[in-house]
């Protein structure tokens, strides 16, 4: 990556070659991302915020099948079995898909990427030669039953069990309790024929942990086979073409051959076998098939974003009101308290989408790779989990930033917001729960960080803790904040926001901060579990901490992957164009945390300032760009709801 | 207000008498709640999630029947109308309704509040004798029809025009485009009878500014009348249960009469007289019946933030995940996480409580009295702008962080979250929208403050600018951080946290900063207009600091009224738990924006990290009456949604 320095000056940035912005934006998937938006331009596929529930589960599942008809939703698959094997290439129609019904988005998710991809990363050839090509073709739709009413996050304590018989060579499948049936699962209240189940597996009579088999659901006629039985999740808070059930076992016995067991089998004569031998990693290996939802509900989330993006800048833009005596009333988007609400949201969902690329291509060369790429490996499940969080939280709060920024005709069903809000409000809880996903994310860095010590000498490893010692003595003392703010506030005539432009100074200030808040969470664990203290109660103390850390490191991965972008775009204007909207985002993420930058002494308050006022003038730069950079995410005029149609009818004064 | 003194220790604090706390969070209308919280308890009274749109509004129509038939709803009204003149109590009713269905509040708020209010306070005798007892029994249903698809925010530019016919002694009321036609109107497009309309005053040909008119707008059976067109918003992204509907006049002929005339009348022959000589005043003279309904808003949204969070706190006390190995699953309420999102939210709902009842004082004082409170009048008028946006922004956001605690059970429809989250989103932009409204507040607190500069005489004048530049100096040339810090840092023992439990030093925190940020913004906006600048681009410009001094503003009043209140508190258990939940708001607000605090040399970085820890403790000293603080809000069983019954289904391990 190269240094790119921005000048200090407010300058305008001259208007920029939309269709360059677009290339960019789209990458290598372009052509799958337009086939996607070719589909979601036909009014038949917009999406109808009005139709009554059951109604909206048959269009849904309707639409479902013309996707796998068309072959859309084959292409992540190996070939030999359908598919083509772009894996990169169908997170991308998947994240084109989620301009559109969400429920679609998610009964796709469900079908294609969960039962799917458990199918595919959890099962071996038998059952990718039975199951594939009839899942990929939707001519078996299936389940995903791994959440249940009393274990959602804390998968490792499920209750349904699956008990070897040796005798008949089949599996028991039991829900002991109603705690342990399973819950909020897509597929089953209507459509599922067969769900990947997790259960404890138990062999001998001996309890070997959560594995994963196929279990039949219902017949060829739909209706629920015996020992089953389903109950409707009913209407939901959104996402209610998803038909989500509750399932409970009594006892259902299905054929040995129906254990996934990619990593783990059962003998015809009963007896276990695993090449991981630690039944803790063999459990998360197999958890790591959640890898490419987490994924995926990322890139949605960004993509829903972007559409409440471009609806409430599209409404700035012609909603006029008040305005200097006697002249025309001025509109929304020349307001600042205006453009803070939309711009810094803006520039962060452009850094999100190059850092979604960055991690999709990782996806894509850890699940496609034959070589065991275990760092690669953890460093994406880092990556899925933190990103995850931070941009479907990023999604929740910018829709309702930009529904109340619309006003009443925000309000209004017609015009996406309450879908939008309504659907994207479980994304910060399914896939894994956010806050549960950052202390994973951080778990694994701090993993990471141990093997780094451990690497390290012993004398590398005391100067490593002596540095540390010393930035803490350097902040106890203030003598670093005070040295520096005399250094900015005696120096004559030095321009505070001149440095705050450098990408590297911007890169230097957010790495500082993942790293020293990594160091201190490690050194706090470490502290409380030497001084005897129980570790779980450690952990809780340290939570808060954890997830600072997590954050921090998504923050500052997400910066690096927008300035690698940016550095690979081809064309000037759009490079300069994105350099400020990079500037934007990296500066309005320094804002938001400026108490912890200056408790650290890496801003004095003289600099913080110049951070607030860095960013109001890069919202004044950007805001003659504002249409030009949600025009280029390309999203189709039927995901955008009446709300072009309303602020049209907005009248000057 | 006594300076109360907590101590710095992680105190534990007894269990608390909650009769005694609910007695001090009732106040003087008790009785009133009790009597609400009693029919909201009648089973066929609870909301129900899953009416169709048609039935939802026969149902909440039934509904505000119903309570008019008992009287309720005529309680805020002149004895002499058949009400009893209880403001106050009327507004402690309806915060009380906001424990249930929120279409029933709004219709209400519609018809007993914005058109009876309308009626009321503009009207005069004649107005109020022939129609406030059919008004608030019901009997007349009606609408505010002053929002226009145009305008909005700015009611000063409305389009619809009502011109005096001498001739006729009538007024013809006309749409004269889309953009003027009457929008989002409550009960427009099923149940209006009449509305209160909002138009251009035009007599003899000379414009006179937005006056309000009673217009009829359907006969006895309901049949819309000649002239008038009223199309149906549709489905809304919430409160279904509320009609909202758009209006066209065609000419629409009405009695001279039937302008309310308060404050200004039209005689016979077409002469315009009013008490009030500039136009603009008389507008806002005008708009402020308006602040009975964003009060009335301000005390919903409080009511429906603290559902969300007895039903949140409910689900993190059964619902069990993760632990130490081998032992049981630990309730959600034990992590601090998760102590994190729910305890200074519930801290602040607490702080909003005591601040809304002290504006409900208010508000009952300046509308009861026959004085004439100009002063008071402004002030609360400011008041209640800021703590309605500061109240239902706090909804917004508390309500979402509640549904993410709640996990997936949380999405389901039985549980209260989808009706919260839907039908409080629009609080925060109908009623003034709160981006208007804390502009409205800054715009008043810089009046008092030009007003306050007026009464210095000059030497007192150069004295004040005197002690602002002194400032600015102090904290430019960062010597102020700089003696703190090396008086924190050097003197050994010092125990930062403790003086952070003073509320002596919480509230000087709290009032340095809205002094500071007010003093700052007034000079900025005087040195841009002296400097020759146009008035509506140094306002432009200056956007973001006014909003700051008005939340700033609220910030501090709030923590005063919440101190006041405990002060009042005769028991001493339920003062010792008010205290910390008090120390809690106050300094999890400092904390949010201790970035500000350290810019200006009030927080050095040491103090801003114990600022953290102290909430960080807090939590801890809070958690074990997480409970009894939810409880203590006395809501009905009926408004808590299906929550329980699922949160019992949580297992332990």
């Known amino acids: 990556m190269t240094a790119t320095t921005a000048s200090s000056v407010p300058e305008s940035v001259p208007t920029v070659d939309l269709a360059a912005l677009r290339t960019l934006l789209d990458g290598e998937h372009a052509e799958i991302r337009d086939r996607c938006r070719a589909w979601l331009s036909e009014p038949e596929n917009a999406p109808r915020p009005d139709l009554p529930l059951e109604e909206h589960r048959a269009q849904v599942l309707g639409w479902a099948r013309e996707l796998a008809d068309a072959g859309e939703t084959a292409r ?99 829900t002991p309790d109603d705690a342990a049936r399973k819950d909020y699962i897509g597929n089953a209240a209507r459509d599922g024929r067969m769900a990947a189940v997790f259960a404890q597996l138990i062999v001998g009579g001996e309890p070997r942990g959560v594995h994963a088999l196929l279990v039949p659901l219902r017949d060829d006629d739909n209706n629920v086979l015996p020992g089953i039985r389903i109950e409707d999740c009913g209407a939901k808070l959104g996402l209610d ?79 006029r009101q008040f305005g200097p005596p006697g ?95 309504a659907d994207t409000d479980v994304f910060t809880t399914f896939e894994g729960d956010n806050t549960v996903l950052l202390q994973l994310a951080a778990k694994n860095l701090l993993t990471d960080f141990r093997d780094q010590l451990g690497e390290l000498d012993p004398l590398g490893t005391a100067s490593f803790f002596a540095g540390q010692v010393f ?37 230097e200030l957010l790495r500082w901060r993942s790293n020293h808040i990594r160091s201190g969470v490690a050194r706090r664990l470490k502290g409380g579990i030497d001084g005897g203290r129980e570790p779980f109660a450690v952990l809780l103390d340290c939570q808060d901490h954890l997830i600072a850390a997590a954050r921090a490191y998504v923050d500052c991965f997400v910066l690096e992957s927008f300035a690698v972008a940016i550095d690979r775009c081809p064309d000037p204007g759009a490079r ?59 999203i189709p005029e039927t995901s955008l709801g009446d709300a072009a149609a309303v602020a049209g009818a907005a009248p000057r004064a």
């Open 241 to 319: 073409g998803v038909d989500n059930g509750r399932i409970w076992f009594d006892d259902v016995r299905v054929p040995r051959d129906n254990l996934l067991d990619r990593y783990a089998t059962v003998s015809e004569n009963g007896v276990y076998e695993s090449a991981i031998e630690n039944p803790t990693k063999r459990f998360f290996t197999m958890l790591g098939t959640l890898i490419q939802g987490r994924v995926s509900v990322c890139g949605a989330s960004i993509s829903a974003t972007k559409v409440a993006l471009a609806i409430a800048v599209g409404h700035a833009e012609s909603r």
């Open 76 to 174: 992540g698959f190996p070939e030999e079995f359908g598919g083509r094997g772009q894996v990169g290439g169908a997170i991308a129609g998947f994240e084109t898909l989620g301009f559109g019904d969400l429920s679609l988005l998610v009964k796709c998710g469900v079908q294609f990427g969960l039962f799917g991809g458990a199918v595919l990363h959890l099962g071996t050839r038998k059952h990718h030669e039975s199951y594939l090509s009839d899942i990929t073709s939707l001519r078996l739709p299936g389940c995903f039953a791994m959440t249940e009413t009393g274990h959602g996050s804390n998968v490792q304590q499920l209750g349904t069990t699956a008990t070897y018989d040796a005798a008949t060579s089949e599996f028991l499948i039991s």
């Open 471 to 507: 930035e803490t003595v350097a902040e106890r003392s203030a003598m670093r904040e005070v040295l520096t703010r005399l250094a900015d506030d005696l120096l004559p005539g030095r321009d505070d926001q001149e440095d705050l432009a450098s990408r590297e100074v911007q890169l």
């Open 327 to 421: 002249e025309d009333e001025v509109v929304l988007m020349d307001y600042r308290t205006h453009q803070r609400r939309l711009l810094p949201a803006l520039a962060k969902v452009y850094a999100l989408h190059f850092a979604q690329e960055d991690v999709v291509a990782r996806l894509h060369r850890v699940f496609t790779s034959d070589e065991d790429l275990d760092r690669e490996r953890r460093e994406l499940e880092t990556l899925a989990a933190g990103l995850k969080a931070v941009a479907t939280w990023h999604a929740t709060a910018t829709i309702q930033e930009c529904r109340e920024a619309c006003g009443g005709m925000g309000y209004l069903k017609g015009n996406r917001f309450a879908a939008l809000k």
């Open 576 to 634: 300069m164009l994105l350099d400020r909207v990079c500037d934007l985002y990296a500066l309005s993420t320094i804002e938001a945390d400026r108490g912890w930058f200056q408790e650290h002494g890496r801003l004095s308050s003289t600099r913080s300032k110049a951070v607030i006022k860095a960013v109001n003038t890069l919202c004044a730069t950007l805001r003659p760009h504002a249409t030009g950079l949600v025009e280029a995410f390309g």
